[in-house]
T-cell receptor, first 112, second 112 residues
């Protein structure tokens, strides 16, 4: 497909479990972003990659959150020892350098 | 944390009427963007206005930007049922950071 894809679309985890969320950006897009959107709120920035380099991770809420993009394409957001406050929609976006961001459909994470 | 605030939080209008929503932000910006989000779907980019622009049009959309007041407005003319969605403003800062800072959103309902 031509757009940003994310998997899984829905994830239910028990408190304390680790989860991994995947993002496939638009082919050729240099920049990749992760955002967290709580219910009824706007998205909040988590982290940003330019190619494989993680240039900004200031939005990651704790050291339980880790993101990688080892080959400068697909990215994975990992959350260790999930807690109920991690429940949210996780959005991935990609863009050409300094250009419009295109968003994926998101992964809805529910931590029980 | 969210930078922007949108006003109103929710808006219901009759089909065919115009809808206006406002956004305020706090810091110096490079540009301001508006996004639409339908239930269960990702964010769709609507329009971008740069900090040196005051007004921009795209189809039925009109955006204004007042950098002295740190505010923007989005006008949707001749509304349609398909315009029912949440609308978010997002700012890109002037400090070389590529991330977007989103507002809290306006939930727009068009009544057929």
């Amino acid at each position: 497909g031509a757009g940003v894809s994310q998997s899984p679309r829905y994830k239910v985890a028990k408190r304390g479990q680790d989860v991994a969320l995947r993002c496939d950006p638009i082919s050729g897009h240099v920049s990749l972003f992760w955002y967290q959107q709580a219910l009824g709120q706007g998205p909040e920035f988590l982290t940003y990659f330019q190619n494989e380099a993680q240039l900004d991770k200031s939005g990651l809420p704790s050291d339980r959150f880790f993101a990688e993009r080892p080959e400068g394409s697909v990215s994975t957001l990992k959350i260790q020892r999930t807690q109920q406050e991690d429940s949210a929609v996780y959005l991935c976006a990609s863009s050409a350098l300094r250009s419009e961001q295109f968003f994926g459909p998101g992964t809805r994470l529910t931590v029980l | 944390s969210q930078q922007g605030e949108e006003d109103p939080q929710a808006l219901s209008i009759q089909e065919g009427e115009n809808a206006t929503m406002n956004c305020s932000y706090k810091t110096s910006i490079n540009n301001l963007q508006w996004y639409r989000q339908n239930s269960g779907r990702g964010l769709v980019h609507l329009i971008l206005i740069r900090s040196n622009e005051r007004e921009k049009h795209s189809g039925r959309l009109r955006v204004t930007l007042d950098t002295s007041k740190k505010s923007s407005s989005l006008l949707i003319t001749a509304s349609r049922a398909a315009d029912t969605a949440s609308y978010f403003c997002a700012t890109k800062s002037n400090f070389g950071n590529e991330k977007l800072t989103f507002g809290t959103g306006t939930r727009l309902t068009i009544i057929p």
